[in-house]
């Protein structure tokens, strides 16, 4: 699977962003979809995820409610609607595809593709 990862910019506090991953890959429609997001001087952190079907999705605590994970399998694409941004959202987002266990959706590690990231800033 080969992704790209597309959507970045920048935007003041409170604003929105819609990031796209365009997989390809005979896999795609059987692998879990994940945001992850790496901010200077900070580690790696999942954002969301989404299982094959579409049907279970994942939010980290600091963006539920506020980002939304979806996916198309007839166009090879995953997307992470990000609505009221904050400062703290400011990071180089990546789109992965894997096959996790229920249990670590979150770890970069159980993910075996990765597409290049997309800067987000937010300004306040």
């Known amino acids: 699977v080969q992704l790209q990862a597309s959507g970045g910019g920048l935007v003041q506090a409170g604003g929105s962003l819609r990031l796209s991953c365009a997989a390809s890959?005979?896999?795609?429609?059987?692998?879990?979809m994940g945001w992850f997001r790496q901010a200077p001087g900070k580690e790696r952190e999942f954002v969301a995820a989404i299982d094959w079907s579409g049907g279970r999705t994942y939010y980290a605590d600091s963006v539920k409610g506020r980002f939304t994970i979806s996916r198309d399998n007839n166009k090879n694409t995953v997307n992470l609607q990000m609505n009221s941004l904050e400062p703290e959202d400011t990071a180089v987002y990546c789109c992965?595809?894997?096959?996790?266990?229920?249990?670590?959706?979150?770890?970069?590690?159980?993910?075996?593709?990765w597409g290049q990231g997309t800067q987000v800033t937010v300004s306040s």
């Open positions: 890959g005979r896999t795609f429609s059987r692998s879990t």
């Open positions: 992965a595809a894997g096959q996790p266990p229920l249990y670590a959706y979150d770890r970069p590690s159980f993910y075996d593709y």
